[in-house]
């Protein structure tokens, strides 16, 4: 038996497991979907919120699993993603498979008869789409995979929301909009400094098949009804000033890093500093402002 055979037959240790769901990816869904809990009027009891929150956390694992599941291949050929579990070759797909799917299950099981129907629907949704929509049909097809599969990400807060009231309203409609409306120029960012990273692999993300200008373009088209978007409950009385002046700060400094982005070209040994502070920005742009969601209903 080879050396690379007898890898694959030692079982995989908890490390890669975790590895699988993602947790960098997953503390910000959990960290949306709480804010989103919290923002609702109704206050949930803690064990219920509690449980809310896991069911979200294992259903997001489960998605991420499933993703590195299925683009193993695509993993192996990338640089920032060899060292996953699966291309380096420390754990078997079927034991993916097997993984991803049991906690995916457990997460809607257990959001249904421990929370609501309602929250648990939205949260197979998410699943799916993110596993079927965005990773098996666009992800290999189409530079708008990101664009389309945005919406997978920006499920949590109507979770959150569901899980506290049992229905949907228009703020975590607007919180949805907010996250889908990120996540291009979110990507695309990052995109434009692995580009190569994805050339290699085959993957037609935005700057691969159009080229940098078109996806700077992109990056600053999409962020104005982001914008619009980030600042409305403000305006339209769903929140406070607290979050309305949080929203127009950080909301500004966005504008101004994507706008550098926008009005640049790459030279030559480019170090992609702009695209860098944008996209490191970009994440915590979200937490500040869904922190602010929540501060905004519990202390003004």
């Known amino acids: 038996m080879s050396v690379a055979n007898h890898t694959l037959t030692v079982p995989a240790d908890w490390r890669d497991f975790l590895a699988l769901t993602k947790p960098r990816v997953m503390s910000l869904v959990v960290f949306t979907g709480l804010c989103g809990m919290l923002a609702a009027p109704a206050p949930i009891h803690p064990v219920i919120g509690f449980t809310a929150i896991l069911c979200i956390a294992l259903g997001a694992g489960a998605a991420g699993a499933l993703n590195q599941w299925y ?4 993993d192996g050929k990338m640089k920032r993603t060899q060292g996953r579990p699966l291309p380096a070759g420390r754990m078997d797909r079927q034991s993916a498979l097997h993984f991803g799917v049991g906690v995916a299950a457990l997460s809607v099981i257990l959001m249904g008869l421990a929370v609501n129907y309602v929250a648990a629907g939205i949260l197979l949704l998410s699943i799916l789409f993110y596993v079927l929509v965005y990773t098996v049909w666009l992800k290999r097809r189409t530079p708008q995979n990101i664009v389309i599969g945005g919406a997978a990400g920006a499920f949590p807060p109507l979770i959150g929301w569901a ?3 049992g229905d949907v309203a228009l703020l975590p409609v607007l919180l949805f ?5 990120w996540t291009p120029p979110h990507f695309w960012a990052l995109a434009l400094f692995v580009k190569t990273d994805y050339a ?5 993300m935005l700057p691969v098949v159009a080229g940098e200008r078109a996806t700077r373009l992109q990056i600053g088209l999409y962020t104005i009804p982001m914008a619009a978007v980030a600042v409305a409950p403000w305006p339209l009385g769903l929140s406070g000033a607290l979050y309305g002046v949080v929203s127009i700060v950080t909301t500004a400094l966005f504008a101004l890093l994507a706008l550098q982005v926008a009005t640049r070209m790459a030279g030559e040994n480019d170090a992609m500093k702009p695209e860098k502070r944008l996209f490191a920005y970009s994440v915590s742009y979200l937490f500040i402002l869904f ?3 929540a501060a905004d209903r519990w202390f003004a």
């Open 163 to 165: 899980a506290a009231m």
């Open 177 to 181: 909009s907010l996250v889908f409306l």
């Open 200 to 204: 290699n692999a085959g993957v037609p």
């Open 71 to 74: 683009e193993a291949d695509l």
């Open 291 to 293: 922190g602010a969601v």
